[in-house]
């Protein structure tokens, strides 16, 4: 991102876009690495929004770029800071 106002625009929809989840928390598809029911995914551009879905709250869990390798970066619950 060269550009600092393309970042800043950015960035506000990169975390406008897990509002919709309020309403529909099924939104996302399943992360297929985990193929766990609750840890669903959004795209963002190129960035992958990993949250989980536990009762009736979605929690996101990750904000990582699809070019890196998922499960060598995040494994589910690991950053589970409700606990």
């Known amino acids: ?3 600092p ?3 800043e625009r950015f960035s ?3 975390v406008q876009a897990p509002r919709a ?3 529909y928390p099924s939104l996302g598809r ?3 690495e985990y193929q766990l029911s609750n840890f669903r995914e959004l795209i963002h551009g190129a960035y992958r929004i990993i949250y989980e ?3 009736d709250t979605c929690y996101i869990e990750a904000v990582i ?4 390798d998922l499960m060598m ?3 589910p619950g690991q950053w589970d800071v409700t606990e």
């Open 1 to 3: 991102m060269d550009s």
């Open 53 to 55: 879905i536990r009762q």
């Open 12 to 14: 506000k929809r990169l």
């Open 5 to 7: 106002r393309y970042a």
């Open 73 to 75: 970066h995040y494994e």
């Open 30 to 32: 399943i992360v297929p």
């Open 65 to 68: 770029h699809s070019s890196r």
């Open 21 to 23: 989840l309020k309403e």
